[in-house]
């Protein structure tokens, strides 16, 4: 079993639907949580980040991280089409000198007008 | 934009070739992480630096090596190169806590 499990789509939806990005990982070790977007060509840049269980929203963007299950997901309400990109998950731990940082293979999303 | 600089955008070499590539971290800035990207590996991380000092080390081969300057920009390198190598390398700097890293628009490298 991976590590980090997501879906890389592609995801295809209209302008103003609700978009729903998910991760599944298998240690549970893992302490922080992050969604990243990365436009074509360019680097990852990030979004949100989460400190254990519970939801964070900024703006359009919620992300929820069930510990118990492990699993984290990304809402994206009224999508657009500037947020057609692939999104990253991302989440790792560290404790003294041990450090781990795992990333999602990503899930490519297209915002269709 | 960031605030990450990556030099040089594109690199073509030969296997058996050794490449340097150069990151210069956001102002103020004292972390720096390198990653590797490929389409089937996704995004790897190889190595972060905390001023000066090696701090954590991903996937990262013996072939591959970097450094942090006092200037604290870094540099990868990487000998004996494999037509595998070829992928996006990818610079990030953070203050110092991890989760808030900055990318820089990485270095294309292609290995004939």
């Known amino acids: 079993q991976k590590e980090v499990e997501q879906d890389p789509g592609p995801l295809s939806v209209p302008e103003g639907a609700i978009v729903s990005l998910n991760c599944t990982y298998s240690?549970?070790?893992?302490?922080?949580f992050m969604w990243y977007r990365q436009y074509s060509r360019k680097g990852p840049e990030l979004l949100m980040y989460?400190?254990?269980?519970g939801n964070k929203e900024d703006g359009r963007f919620t992300a929820q991280v069930d510990k118990s299950s492990k699993y984290i997901s990304l809402f994206i309400r009224d999508s657009q089409p500037s947020d057609s990109a692939t999104y990253l998950c991302?989440?790792?731990?560290?404790?003294?000198?041990?450090?781990?940082?795992?990333f999602g293979k990503g899930t490519l999303l297209t915002v269709n007008p | 934009d960031s605030g990450v600089t990556q030099t040089p955008k594109h690199l073509i070499t030969a296997t058996g070739q050794r490449v340097t590539l150069r990151c210069s971290p956001r102002?103020?800035?004292?972390?720096v992480y390198w990653y590797q990207q490929s389409l089937d590996q996704g995004l790897q991380f190889l190595i972060q630096?905390?001023?000066?000092?090696?701090?954590a080390k991903g996937n990262i081969l013996e072939r591959f090596s970097a450094q942090q300057f006092p200037d604290l920009h870094s540099e990868l390198n990487l000998s004996s190169l494999e037509l595998g190598d070829s992928a996006l390398y990818f610079c990030?700097?953070?203050?110092?806590?991890?989760?808030?890293?900055?990318f820089g628009p990485g270095t294309r490298l292609l290995v004939l």
């Open positions: 990030a700097s953070s203050v110092g806590t991890e989760e808030t890293q900055y």
């Open positions: 240690n549970s070790a893992f302490q922080y």
């Open positions: 989460t400190y254990s269980s």
């Open positions: 991302a989440m790792s731990y560290s404790g003294g000198s041990n450090y781990k940082l795992t």
């Open positions: 102002s103020g800035d004292l972390s």
């Open positions: 630096y905390y001023n000066g000092e090696e701090r």
